[in-house]
């Protein structure tokens, strides 16, 4: 069955270009022609792309393979074929430049900045929610939904998802992957173990009104990162911001999920990668990455908001000197954070692996609140956790942010709940709907805002 997949991917990268994907450029040896309906549309001089050879059409076909599978697995396991899928893009041919500061916003408003804060539903207010990065390989909608009905109960309104699951070889049927990138190649997996799974993700939001940030690539190896491309495409992972065939291949990627979802309310923002890193760079390796990913998003898609998902690293602002302060990890924050296709600012807070103590972390907070009313945007804490005591050491943390000026979010790392395959993963850090962890750092912090 390996072979056949590999026998279809092949036919139609060679073939035909799928949708959205790269059909020229610089360096680039595949082919021009896209599927019907779509043209190859010049970007600049390293990438070309097949967008809809109409610009007012509305749906979009996007052809793809993927192994038929059931959803229960014990089915037969050898078919395959070629399924055709369809974007759920919204027919809008009229450019809408409703404004929706002050009264008269609709639920259906994509999420916004409002000065130092940041709206959710017309509504301008501080705003909690959580990290569950597996939500999108789950594959029983089900569970997609229970987890769900959970936060928008529980009243915790921004989500964060991976975005991204690279794989260097297609796994085993029935395991979820967004991204095959193998020998110099990248083919986009829109198929049923694919990116459906993430389409899930977002119809779920969508109805229970829960506000996702979604990232595109990963620095660590997990669910193969920068390292997969690497692995690809050669380099360093150091390299991996200014390689040429890499960037086409992950804006190839970023094309391709952003298009599937740009009308929709439910996408809180975009998100560059997680926790990007360049030890030892000039910190204009990053800055520069993230101008050009930023401009791009920006011109893909002019709604939504865009953010860089990096731990804060690199901040002159109140700095103590520490380690995470200093631009040894290739950040400035405040560099990053001035650029004007980015409209919020992210940080994250473990102390523990950064040699801190768990009462550094309020000092870690406050400058950034800082940095960002200098700034003029606001940040999101999106990530903090810690294995033991966590409501003695995180509520404060909690508390902290809320009285901060220019923080205006936190999300904890991470939500756990009981889905139909046993409890979702923990990292140590999980917080279990339902236990006492869970009413200290979510119902009590919740009504505290
Ligand atoms: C990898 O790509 C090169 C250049 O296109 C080709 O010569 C080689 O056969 C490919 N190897 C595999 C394993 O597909
Ligand atoms: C979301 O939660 C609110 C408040 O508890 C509730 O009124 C609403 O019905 C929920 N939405 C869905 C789709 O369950
Ligand atoms: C993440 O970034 C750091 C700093 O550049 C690097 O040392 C590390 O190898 C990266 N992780 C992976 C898995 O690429
Ligand atoms: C960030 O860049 C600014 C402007 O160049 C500089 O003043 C500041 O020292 C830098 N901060 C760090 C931590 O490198
Ligand atoms: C917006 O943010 C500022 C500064 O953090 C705060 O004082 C103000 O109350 C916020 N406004 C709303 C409506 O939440």
Known sequence: MEFLLFFLFFFFVSAQVAPYGQCGGEDYSGSTTCEAGWVCQYQNEWYSQCVASTASSSTSSTSSTSSTSSTSSSSSTSSTSTSSTSTSSTTSSKTSTTSTTGTGTSSTAFPSVNGLNFTIDGKTSYYAGTNAYWMGFLTDDADVDLVMNHLNESGLRILRVWGFNDVNTVPSSGTV????????????????????????????????????IINFVNNWSDYGGMAAYVTAFGGTQTGWYTDTAIQAAYQNYISAVISRYIDSSAIFAWELANEPRCQGCDTSVITDWVVTTSAYIKSLDSKHMVCIGDEGFGLTTDSDGSYPYTDGEGLNFTVNLAIDTIDFGTFHLYPDSWDETDAWGDGWITAHGAACVAAGKPCLLEEYGVTANQCAIEAPWQRTALDTSGVSGDLFWQYGDTLSTGESPDDGNTIYYGSSEFTCLVTDHVEAI
Do not use: I, W
């Not at 110099?184 to 993430?198: F, I, K, P, S």
């Open 177 to 212: 992957y967004y991204q095959l990138l193998t020998n110099g190649t990248a083919t986009v997996n829109t198929g049923a173990d694919g990116l459906q799974r993430l389409d899930a993700v977002v119809a779920a939001a969508e109805t229970y009104d829960v506000k996702l």
